[in-house]
């Protein structure tokens, strides 16, 4: 269970980092486009049919984001339940919490764009709360109940 919490943890850093490749992409889809002579306005973006180099960059970023991130969080959350290591469920409360705020910032930025100040700066902190969630694993001996020491002892003679 351990190797599991630690690979979801890795998995959400890594997530992030996807996250910010696809909208880097997306919106240098977006430039091309307008350094091209074309217009990106509401109506090609509500067609679907912008067609332009990185619009994948778009789908990729709201399916990740709003859907395999926060899954994965709830799941780390589940599985530090299942792992004796000292913070595992705090980091991995933590990382959904943020995980959370920051679906909230993204469906939000529509209405208030300055929150991309935020969404952008709490991508890092997902980034950071996680790879401090999979650390924790590293180097932590298994906490075992007293019952359970005696088992392994009785096991081992």
């Not at 943890?9 to 074309?38: T, Y």
């Not at 969630?133 to 002892?153: F, H, N, V, W, Y």
């Amino acid at each position: 269970m351990r190797k599991i919490y630690a690979g979801l943890a890795w998995i959400i850093a890594g997530g992030v980092v996807v996250q910010a490749a696809a909208i880097a992409f997306a919106f240098g889809g977006v430039l091309n486009r307008v350094s091209n002579g074309d217009v990106v306005d509401k109506a090609l973006l509500e067609s679907g049919g912008a067609g332009g180099t990185g619009e994948l960059g778009f789908w990729i970023h709201g399916i990740v984001g709003g859907g395999v991130i926060p899954l994965l969080a709830v799941a780390l959350l589940v599985g530090s339940f299942f792992v004796r290591v000292r913070g595992a469920k705090l980091w991995a409360a933590i990382t959904l919490g943020l995980v959370a705020l920051q679906v909230t910032l993204g469906f939000s930025i529509t209405d208030m764009p300055y929150l991309g100040l935020i969404h952008g700066a709490n991508a890092l902190a997902i980034v950071v709360a996680a790879v401090i969630a999979a650390l924790r694993i590293r180097g932590e001996r298994i906490s075992r109940t007293p019952a359970e020491e005696a088992t392994s002892d009785a096991v081992a003679a």
